[in-house]
């Protein structure tokens, strides 16, 4: 498969280290001085931190691009006996290519969030997080072994729990950050006994030795529960279920929309562009270990169809603009999803790469809208929106330009990287690519609608939200609208890495991955005209959800209230989100809790247990006063007693011997 | 001189804190600060030794070291026997560690009865470093027994209203176990004429006879660490007893069960152990689930974290009756973390409670806006309780599903449900305790004080030290527990 000779490096590297080092400091540092001596100048730490994190990826990005690798530990994490995993790194072009976003992105966002941000009393506290975030991040990214990805991947859930209930006060997000890392316990619930069985099976975590062990259990079954399962297909699912959680994969999906309970950089950081995206990292990082096992593989393919096309449906029904951006998330994390499931694990790759520039856009231009309206109750509703092209020209541009991008349209970033999915899936050695492919195409329609759902309806027509605003509303200021332009030239340049070659491109980040990831697994000889077809259809698909938006929303607005009249059930039915937050509410909270409270707690503890304890106390209590009867202080009975006592001792002896 | 302490350095750890008992006592009980200090310094110096023990342990060596054997009652062949090996060595620290917090946190909040408090304590640990050292079973026996004396008055008078009832229920739970142990000594005893440990665990026996020795000593332990289902006395124990008291329970006295099946079921009647550990994971895997469960509902902060030790020690259970080398080790690791974590937890409810001489969860709420630094504290102490990847509890947690899983796999799937269960009752303690909007009850709260904050600062440390380089840890046990379980196989 290696068709590139690279170079590997055991020896410990300082710039690989310092790329996650750097933050972690930064944040530890303002955490412990920011409230007294930083205050609003806490950004700077965090940001010039991030800035050398992110010279030092580009600077190891082109060394793996000249064909180095790293892989060395810093030291010993844990060692007992034949258990031994270090805390260390892997740069190869998967990883060379996450942090080079990463640290680019979260920089970006760090700037923005100065002005985002700005006048929080707990300014200093959202910075410390976000950067022990990156840090966290990075580790998961760069881990070599599966141990110190879990380390990554429950450092990243806590800085998330952390930055969802940042506004502390609020029960809502409280409540939301609650959620949030519960739920990604199940998954990790998963995830750990994933490892463990990888251990049991393979006798390491390293992900080297891993994968050279991988044949030995190629072909091994073991009984779990009367069934013969096999063993790659056990470990890639127990570890997939850690991947539903922290990706937000049905049916483990219902943390990230109210995840948006934080405030919006987080929502673009960590809820779109990174941490959710870990769970296809991972799976495209153990891809050897998935594709031994057809069945996961489907699995995968199917979770991923079942959540974007599930979170499509939802999207265009809610009226909160963060909202919306979260179920497309969902959705277009169910795309890489479904692209690993056919094999396109490259073409997943680049569109994780691509959607972090235009979802982190999405999100933050949505936050320019928001900063600008947070007088109101909700500055999240789109209906206090509208004709906001005029006001916020830039937010406009960047925006529209996002949208296009997810909505597929040629020349955008979006485009070649969805385009590269569905042409895989369609011509996947797996029989179920064809399906795939099908469902990504009507998704992709519906994708476009409800991105330009928000946009027609929050930069056209008339602003309705006067009485929220001071004056005139106002372009975000200079701190806020840079970054936007800077991620909206990466959601049009960072497509150019992909380039088909059908299209005269290079395909570089194909070339790139190809080491890392394989060729994608499609049958031969595909002919370039289906791939033009397929290309057109695509296209078709994105311009017919716009035209459907367009339609609705600006050239005939009636036929917003008369469809949602006239479909009421299912109208309520995706308004719930399939009512799937009321469905785990009566079949796994309120039970656990009824269980608890009312067999375990009364039942059994109080009353079997304690009844047994208490009990027994008592016993001892009623037959010493039963037998102070005995006690009559007077002589002739106690010589009575002892004379009893001396003849069954007698005749005991006697019996027995 | 350097001879001198290093050959009696255990007996030196164990009766050093006499020299303050004999200051306080011939102190007038007004003096209350300098008998505070007096027993702070003497706790100092003796955690102090107690590190130079550690400095001076030899990894690589099998078997006892820093051996002390004295004759003491000739005639019953008793002798005055201690050492400590891999198994044991590290609770030494952790006994004085947890009483110099003890000391600290009880500063202010120990009003009555001061000379006699400090006493209590001291007398403590004296009884607790006692119990680790010994290998003369009659020596174990006194001082495990000894613990009691002290444990049953610092619940009985400085204890909470209904704490006559909770200390007697400690006392009379604990004893009745303690019972059955004796039995099995002197049963020992008239067998083989011996109370040496390490000729004892040489023996071997019919098995019949082996199980129900094992079956006695486990009764002891059990109640001691508890395992469901006689955990009963452990929440109201907990709930009545005053801070220290808490602490104590829960940074050593419970890890003494631990220890004892380590130290002595497991090595003495290695069949009947591998007999009944089926039985026994079963048992962790209930008290993993069934504690976590009740911690789920429960209002009462000191409740809810005594519960959650039932829980937590089911891992610990879990790991000691998987009989796997990383699971041992992620076991005995786990009752040091469990050691410090859950008393840095009842320290910091200790804390608020001194100042709203409240419990309930709902009392509190917002906590966080009055007082922050003790929030970001709490919540280290919440995330190690959790097992997150960084703090203590994750390596030990991780090293015993990791070896249980090697050994038995159903018992791992069932246990760490355990791991969901406790996140989802610690998060949402912190999110009713110091989230959400401020409680007018505790809107004017006096920020930590510099005792309190030394008490909580120290098992930070820990807790992220373990954490992040847990091999020196683990690294006192190797030789040991290699040696524990081929003995045992």
Known sequence: MVEKQFELITNFDIYVFLIPFLPLLASIITLIFGKKYFRDKAHLLPIIALFFSFLLSIKVLIEVINGKIYHFDIYTWMFAYNLKVGLGFLVDPLSAAMITMVTCVSFLIHVYSVGYMGGDPGYYRFFAYISLFVFFMLMLVLSNNLAQLYLGWEGVGLCSYFLIGFWYQKGSASDAAKKAFIVNRIGDFGFALGIFSAFYFLGTLYYNEIFSKLPEIADKYIEVLGYEVHVPFLIAFLLFCGAMGKSAQFPLHVWLPDAMEGPTPVSALIHAATMVTAGVFMVCRLHPLFELSDAMMFIVAFIGAITCFMSASIAPTQFDIKRVIAYSTLSQLGYMFMACGVGAFIAGMFHLLTHAYFKALLFLGAGSIIHLLHHAPDPNDIRIMGGLKKYMPITFWTLLIASLSISGIPGFAGFFSKDEILAQAFFSKYPWGKFIWLLGLIVASMTAFYSFRIIFRAFFGEFKGWEYVHGEPHESPRVMTIPLIFLAIGSIVAGWIGIPEVLGGKNHIEKFLVPVLGHPRIIHEVSHSAEYLLMFLSVLAGLFGIFLAWLIYIKKPELETLLSKNVRALYTFLYRKWYFDELYHYIIVRPTIWISRKVVVAITDNTIIEGIVNGSARLVNITGTGLRILHTGIVNHYSTFILIGILVYLLVYLYLK | ?489
Not at chain 2, 90 to 99: A, G, V
Not at chain 2, 370 to 391: E, Q, R
Request: with cysteine; net charge neutral.
């Open chain 2, 1 to 489: 001189m350097e001879s001198l302490l290093l050959n009696n350095l255990l007996s030196w750890i164990i009766w050093f804190p006499l020299i303050g008992i004999l200051i306080i006592l011939f102190t007038d009980k007004k003096h209350e600060s300098f008998i505070k200090w007096v027993s702070l310094i003497t706790i100092i110096i003796d955690s102090i030794l107690s590190i130079y023990l550690l400095v001076n342990f030899d990894f690589s060596k099998v078997g006892f070291q820093f051996v002390e054997k004295k004759r003491w009652i000739e005639f019953i062949n008793s002798y005055y026997f201690l050492g400590v090996d891999g198994v044991s060595i590290l609770f030494i620290p952790l006994s004085t560690l947890t009483t110099l917090l003890c000391i600290l946190i009880s500063w202010d909040s120990i009003k009555e009865l001061v000379k006699e408090f400090y006493l209590a304590l001291l007398f403590t640990n004296i009884a607790m470093v006692g119990t680790f050292c010994a290998l003369d079973l009659v020596i174990f026996y006194l001082f495990w027994e000894a613990i009691l004396i002290p444990m049953y008055l610092i619940i009985g008078i400085w204890g909470g209203p209904r704490r006559i009832y909770s200390a007697i229920k400690f006392f009379l739970y604990t004893f009745f176990g303690s019972v059955f142990m004796l039995i099995g000594i002197i049963y020992l005893y008239i067998k083989f004429g011996t109370f040496d440990y390490t000729i004892l665990i040489n023996q071997k026996y019919p098995f019949l006879v082996e199980s129900l020795l094992f079956l006695g000593f486990a009764i002891a332990f059990a109640i001691k660490v508890p395992m469901w289902p006689v955990h009963t006395w452990l929440p109201d124990a907990h709930t009545e007893a005053p801070t220290a008291g808490s602490v104590i329970l829960a940074g050593i006295l419970i890890k003494l069960g631990g220890y004892g099946f380590i130290r002595f079921a497991l090595p003495m009647f290695p069949q009947a152990a591998l007999y009944f550990s089926k039985l026994f994971l079963v048992l962790s895997v209930i008290a993993i689930i069934y504690a976590g469960l009740v911690c789920l509902v429960e209002d009462d902060l000191k409740r809810l974290i005594a519960y959650s030790s039932v829980s937590h020690m089911g891992f610990v259970t879990l790991g000691i009756f998987s009989f796997n080398p990383i699971a041992m080790k992620g076991a005995i690791l786990q009752m040091i973390n469990h050691g410090i974590v859950t008393g840095a937890l009842f320290m910091c409810v200790g804390i608020v409670y001194d100042r709203t001489h409240s419990r309930s969860i709902s009392y509190y709420g917002g906590l966080a806006t009055s007082m922050p630094v003790y929030a970001a504290l709490f919540m280290v102490f919440t995330l190690a309780s959790i097992g997150l990847p960084g703090t203590n509890g994750f390596i030990g947690e991780f090293l015993i599903l990791l070896g249980t899983f090697l050994s038995n796999k159903t018992m791992v799937v069932f246990g760490a449900t355990g791991v969901i269960i406790g996140a989802a009752y610690m998060l949402w303690l912190y999110q009713r305790v110091f989230f959400q909007e401020l409680n007018p009850n505790i809107a004017k709260m006096p920020p930590l004080k510099i005792n309190e904050l030394t008490a909580l600062i120290l098992p930070t440390i820990l807790v992220f030290w373990i954490g992040l380089y847990p091999n020196l840890f683990l690294n006192f046990m190797t030789t040991s527990v290699q040696n524990l379980l081929m003995n045992l196989k």
